[in-house]
């Protein structure tokens, strides 16, 4: 016999479903007056220090369809490499940014947009510095538990070549997956969920 | 909140046996919205560490109350009003505090608010359906609202939801995101549920169904549901030898 550890189980994950929008960006899908404002909806002000980009795209499923229902959360670093979180012990992130967005895609396009900064650099945990990176987090009806990925800025190519999470993908040819098209402060990016050129998600 | 300092550790791997997996053909909208080729693990590094924070200041009065957030003055929502109240933990068992729960469902005739939801149920015009709170010093939330209904959902020819609220939990670092259902103890509709049959672990499907707590009920007034959640634990650095930072 041995003894019992103590660990709990981690609540299983479901779906979103369809109505993700009402929990969580009421606004949007025309529940007013409950909450002020949806979270996450405004991410860079007047004082957020940093080069302004707009981040959009589509998720797309296994046959090439725009998901209309889906939503996405982004969690970035501020424009110096700094995290706006507890955890963050190196240094006091801009008080302006809080890193982390939400947006429904349009419900007729399977557009989302986030209007947000460059993110700066921040280490891995060997002491070497990580490419500017967006975290992305995706769930929608049909998604059973949430998709994590990333996206990486194409200009950043000899970061991107040394980052330590892109070295961590087997297949070489799967992480432009990971890397926006730029046009000026636009970046495009296009999430496949299956098929051709599915998009490297992670268990992280 | 609290003072102890905040954790910095890596988060325990994800039992990707006991979640569903993405593919699950019986929940008809999975098959071509899950990803086919293996998801790409790593170390946690500071970007999944970490995470946003909400404060309690942002909360307004009625924010955890859906019988009556939605509804006119004097009025309130249509149905089996219920406390549903639980504690987040983490897999040690610690209360994580000052987490942000947000909370969505169905009226009690199983219809939603939401321009896509065309059951033919109707609206309650005092039901929105959303509500929110911030987990206390231990852990610790509660709010109130209403038993949802059942409803048919084009899946099967004959599908239909059993009772569930929607959760979606904020811990303190970006890789404990998660969304999640609640189900109530004794739905015969659970055991039939193409979704909530893509968890292939009985006992995990219980620790989705929220119990009966008759010590919670508020007497002429409110029965009660207990439904804690659990997210992922984080490794204690004690021992790692970590660059500064990190």
Not at chain 2, 131 to 139: A, E, L, M, N, S
């Amino acid at each position: 016999m041995v003894q019992k550890l103590p660990y709990l189980k981690e609540t299983p994950s479901q779906t979103a479903g369809p109505y993700v929008h009402i929990g969580c960006l009421p606004n949007f899908c025309g529940i007013e007056g409950v909450f002020a404002a949806d979270l996450g909806s405004v991410m860079v002000g007047e004082r957020t220090k940093g080069e302004r980009i707009t981040l959009t795209g589509r998720v797309i499923d296994g046959t090439g369809t725009p998901l209309k229902d889906a939503m996405i959360e982004i969690w970035q670093a501020d424009a110096d490499g700094l995290y706006n979180s507890p955890s963050e012990l190196r240094g006091t992130a801009d008080p302006a940014f809080t890193g982390w967005g939400r947006r429904a895609v349009d419900q007729d396009t399977g557009v989302y947009s986030f209007d947000t900064i460059k993110p700066g650099r921040v280490p891995a945990p060997d002491g070497s510095l990580q490419a500017p990176h967006i975290n992305v987090w995706i769930v929608a009806r049909g998604i059973n538990i949430g998709l994590n990925t990333r996206i990486y800025f194409p200009e950043e190519e000899a970061a991107n070549a040394a980052d330590p999470v892109l070295a961590r993908i087997e297949h070489k040819n799967r992480i432009p997956t990971l890397i926006a098209r730029r046009e000026g402060a636009t970046l495009i990016h296009d999430i496949r969920l299956q098929g051709e050129g599915e998009t490297v998600f992670f268990d992280i | 909140m609290t003072n102890e300092a905040p954790e910095t550790g890596a988060f325990f791997a994800r039992d990707r046996e006991w979640h569903p997996q993405a593919y699950t053909p019986g929940y008809k909208s999975s098959v071509a919205r899950s990803p086919r080729l293996a998801l790409v693990s790593f170390g946690n590094t500071i970007s999944e560490i970490t995470g946003p924070v909400f404060g309690h200041s942002m909360l307004g009065p009625l924010d955890n109350d859906l019988t009556l957030n939605y509804a006119r003055p004097g009025e309130s929502a249509i149905g089996e009003r219920i406390i549903v109240h639980g504690r987040l933990m983490d897999e040690r068992g610690r209360g994580v505090p000052g987490a942000l729960l947000e909370f969505w469902q169905a009226n009690a005739g199983g219809r939603y608010r939401h321009k896509k939801d065309g059951y033919l149920a109707p609206l309650d015009p005092n039901f929105g359906g959303c509500g929110r709170t911030i987990t206390g010093p231990d852990g610790s939330y509660a709010f109130r609202t209403i038993r949802p209904g059942p409803y048919p959902w084009p899946n099967g020819p004959n599908d239909w939801r059993p009772a569930h609220i929607h959760f979606s939990v904020f811990g303190h670092g970006f890789a404990q995101r998660l969304i999640t259902q609640m189900y109530f103890e004794g739905d015969p509709l659970i055991a039939r549920c193409p979704i909530a049959r893509t968890i292939n672990d009985p006992a995990a499907i219980s620790q989705l169904t929220a119990a009966l707590d008759m010590n919670a009920t508020i007497p002429m007034d409110a029965i009660a549901y207990r439904f804690d959640i659990v997210l992922r634990g984080r490794r204690s650095t004690l021992f790692e030898n970590r660059i500064e930072g990190n």
